[in-house]
Every structure is written in structure tokens, then in C-alpha cells.
């Protein structure tokens, strides 16, 4: 299967007791919450470095403090980006480009440039999404997923699955 967005809607149930972001029984588009134009399997790769980035860590691998090299996992198209911190104070701004591209990716093309800024996902529960993330390439629906911060007492309902 050649990789490809999913119009995912979901509806905070219960969210964490504190949290800011959802509100009970409001409904929310994933393709809202994030980056406009980014594949949601780069994106979820792309996750625990910026976290490390942003809470000023480094990978001992690279050259450099301020890069990494992330791939995505799809299968069919798998793309690998060189990520940049550009700035050391926060809230920080990054940009990836990318440096290879394995078969056909609907998203990426070999040399493109995006930047991405670390309140881009002042909206998005980066808990959530990593709970969230295997359901996203399913196509499940009504699934009650917990974000994973609470020890499990959120509660919300995955109402639609679908290829943008």
C-alpha cells in the first residue's frame, strides 16, 4: 500500500483531567492539529527527536548537536530527512529536508525543504498521538482509545477512518 493521509476524527470522551487542549464530547480533525502538508508516518517519526531537540538533548551518532538523520517506517514509500534545529532558545524551530526517497511518496520529493516550529503542535497531544498512531493506516472506527499520560481514565472515540 502506497502511504497516504487518513481523514481522522476523534472525539475527547473523557480527556485527562489536565488537560487544556480537548474538551469533553467536542469532536476534532487530526489533519487540524498538526502541521499543515505533513505525512502523519514522518511526522510520528520525526516525534521523540524534536522532543529531545526541544528539551536540548543530542544524539551522540551525529557529527553535529543540532541534526539527525530520521526515516519513516512506511514500507512502500519510505522517505529519510535530515533534521535541523535552527534555533537554541525556545520555543524552537526545526526543518528537515529530504535526502532519500524509496519508491512513491505521494508527500515528499528528494531536496524538498520543510520547517516546522515547536508551538505548530500546541494543539496536538504528542501522548495521543502516539497512542493514536497504529490506528491511523487501519481504517478502524468507534474505537475508545486512552491517551496513555492518565494511567488510562481518558477515554476518547475514534469516529472516522478515512483515505483524504
Known amino acids: 500500500m502506497i502511504c497516504g493521509n487518513r481523514d481522522i476524527q476523534f472525539k475527547a470522551l473523557q480527556p485527562c483531567s489536565n488537560c487544556s487542549l480537548y474538551e469533553e464530547g467536542k ?32 544524539f551522540k551518532w551525529e557529527r553535529t548537536r543540532d541534526k539527525v ?25 526545526f526543518e528537515y529536508t529530504i535526502i532519500e526517497v524509496r519508491g512513491l511518496c505521494g508527500y515528499y520529493k528528494l531536496g524538498m525543504t520543510w520547517q516546522i516550529k515547536q508551538d505548530d503542535f500546541s ?17 478502524h472506527e468507534g474505537v475508545t482509545i486512552t491517551c496513555g499520560k492518565d494511567g488510562g481514565k481518558s477515554r476518547f472515540e475514534l469516529t472516522s477512518n478515512e483515505l483524504l
Open 69 to 93: 538523520i530520521v526515516c519513516c517506517p512506511a514500507v512502500d514509500a519510505n522517505v529519510c530527512v535530515e533534521l535541523k534545529k535552527l534555533t537554541s532558545k525556545k520555543p524552537h524551530s
Open 27 to 58: 469532536s476534532y480533525r487530526l489533519k487540524d492539529l498538526i502541521p499543515e502538508g505533513h505525512c502523519y508516518e514522518l511526522l510520528h517519526s520525526l516525534m521523540p527527536y524534536l522532543l529531545t531537540f526541544e528539551n536540548e538533548g543530542w
Open 123 to 139: 494543539h496536538l497531544c504528542r501522548y495521543f498521538y502516539n497512542v493514536l498512531f497504529p490506528y491511523i493506516k487501519t481504517g
